[in-house]
């Protein structure tokens, strides 16, 4: 219990770690206010057109799918579509259909758009009655999977917290004296793993309450994924404190451990990646918490068996090969 408490002194007393815990709770906050703001308007289809060009039919069958804006030259209308704030898509009247212009520098959602329209507009009179589904919230999507980014991060800082205090330790010389302390192997790294799970847990649990409302059951199944993430994570900050020469060294270690959590679950839910190319994105353990992240915020019935079993594989394999790493450490002590 005292190796304890002078752990969590050496962790509070280090501004690192406390900015990397204080971090994901501040992102959380910020993501939440931004849901409260109303962007709907980000996602809307404007259309330009000249005064007096297409008929007031077209004009009413344009304000279907978003706003109509009147120019009244051909160089004011080009100016708006051009503008770079914007995603503008022009329209003018070609014979009996229409002819649509765009900047070149839109999303592609916008450039389909323009595309599809004159082909839309020949055949609406075909179409008939037809019902405008609702189109589903693009920027509640993103503040997902931002916010399940952001709980990524905060499960990673039990890596920071472990990684930050050994090599402190190095530094110190308070590493020579574990090395001939009278204590069993197992109970060292499990000293070790505790300061960094317990920071990873909380930094995540706080993020969670910030921006997630879940049911109870899900609320479960959420804590579940951030203690075995949280685990995890701090096991990995042991590899990077063994192996890390100084602080600087154990920086670069982290950042680009970081990125590789983040990005490989990120660049595979984008990319809706499937066979191999999944398999082996589950060889990072941050894909497995990603995706029981966004089973749970975006399903009534999140199934989530997988997502546990594999960080359950990975705490197993990673607890045990940093055991056998690290008994050399351990192989004085237990001779005698």
Known sequence: MRGLIYQLKSVWND????????????????????????????????????????????????????????????????????????YMIGVKADGDSIQTLVSGDELNLFRQTADTLPALYIGKENIGHS?????????????????????????FMG???NAVNIIAEKESGVDLVN?????????????KIFIGFIGGCLSAVLTACCYFRLPQSSTILMLIL????????????????????????????????MILFIAVPLVSYLLEADGLISVLCYFVPSSAAFEGI????????????????????????WFLLYLSISSNRFSTYLDK
Not at 230 to 251: D, P, R
Not at 294 to 317: R, T
Request: charged residues 15%.
């Open 131 to 155: 019902t405008i589904l609702e189109r589903p919230d693009r920027m509640a999507e993103l503040q997902t999977i931002f916010i399940a980014m952001t709980l990524i991060v905060a499960m």
């Open 179 to 191: 090395q001939i302390l009278p204590m069993a192997q197992s109970g060292y790294v499990m000293q």
């Open 159 to 161: 890596c920071t917290f």
């Open 226 to 257: 951030i203690v075995l993430s949280s685990f995890i994570a701090a096991l990995i900050g042991l590899f990077i404190g063994k192996f890390s020469e100084n602080f600087m060294v154990g920086v670069v270690y982290i950042k680009m451990v």
């Open 15 to 86: 501004k690192f770690c406390i900015l990397s815990f204080f971090l994901p709770i501040i992102i959380a906050f910020v993501l939440k206010f931004v849901g409260g703001i109303d962007l709907s308007s980000v996602a809307e289809f404007h259309f330009g057109v000249l005064e007096n060009d297409l008929s007031a039919q077209t004009i009413s069958w344009l304000e279907r799918y978003g706003s109509v804006t009147a120019y009244t030259t051909q160089e004011e209308l080009i100016a708006a579509i051009n503008e770079p704030s914007t």
């Open 294 to 317: 966004m089973n749970l915020a975006n399903s009534n019935k999140p199934m989530i068996a997988k997502d546990v079993f594999l960080l359950m594989v990975h705490g197993i394999i």
